[in-house]
């Protein structure tokens, strides 16, 4: 039922905490997932003429530390017995998620209720709730 399950990820502890859900569901039948890190692009925004930061520089790096980071992930999918790819992408998360759902026909998305602000306060964080509200897929929200 859940054969293709799409993980994004923000390295958060809460979406740590999802990964241990992905590896559990191939008990359920899962096979294969896709890992999917979104690096934010409204944080790329600011001209480096007002700035003097070198955002290339930064975008570089951040994807650097993304394919360690995925690279990890993957590998541990791996030794739990799943067949696992990752992709990282660059724009806004929550739009990037639903695409590649859709591109990847994915039978479930399984993505942490917080991620990296964890707000004391938040029932839900803004890439969660988007994602919850526009997937036409289900979802798995795991709990902080
Ligand atoms: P906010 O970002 O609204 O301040 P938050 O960081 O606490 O709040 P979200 O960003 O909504 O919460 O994170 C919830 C989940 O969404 C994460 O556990 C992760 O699964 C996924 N997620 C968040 N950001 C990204 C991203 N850049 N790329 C991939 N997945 C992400
Ligand atoms: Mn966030």
Redesign the pocket.
Same mark, same amino acid.
């Given at each position: 039922m859940f054969d293709h399950i799409l993980y994004?990820?923000?390295f958060?502890d809460? /979406?740590m905490k999802?990964m241990s859900y992905v590896k559990q569901l191939k008990d359920a039948g899962a096979k294969k997932v896709t890992v999917? %890190?979104?690096?934010?692009d409204r944080t790329l925004v600011v001209p480096d003429v007002f700035s003097g930061i070198d955002f290339m520089a930064v975008e570089n790096e951040l994807r650097r530390i993304a394919d360690e980071e995925c690279n990890k992930i993957v590998e541990q999918l791996r030794e739990s017995g799943l067949e696992a790819w990752f992709k990282i992408e660059k724009g806004v998360?929550f739009r990037?998620?639903i695409r590649v759902a859709k591109e990847d026909d994915v039978s479930l998305i399984v993505?942490? /209720? %917080?991620?990296?602000?964890?707000?004391e306060e938040?029932l839900?964080? /803004?890439? /969660?709730?988007k994602?919850i509200r526009k997937a036409v897929r289900p979802v798995l929200v795991v709990k902080r």
């Amino acid at each position: 039922m859940f054969d293709h399950i799409l993980y994004p990820t923000d390295f958060s502890d809460v /979406s740590m905490k999802a990964m241990s859900y992905v590896k559990q569901l191939k008990d359920a039948g899962a096979k294969k997932v896709t890992v999917l %890190h979104v690096i934010d692009d409204r944080t790329l925004v600011v001209p480096d003429v007002f700035s003097g930061i070198d955002f290339m520089a930064v975008e570089n790096e951040l994807r650097r530390i993304a394919d360690e980071e995925c690279n990890k992930i993957v590998e541990q999918l791996r030794e739990s017995g799943l067949e696992a790819w990752f992709k990282i992408e660059k724009g806004v998360p929550f739009r990037e998620i639903i695409r590649v759902a859709k591109e990847d026909d994915v039978s479930l998305i399984v993505i942490g /209720s %917080h991620g990296k602000s964890n707000i004391e306060e938040m029932l839900l964080g /803004s890439v /969660s709730e988007k994602v919850i509200r526009k997937a036409v897929r289900p979802v798995l929200v795991v709990k902080r």
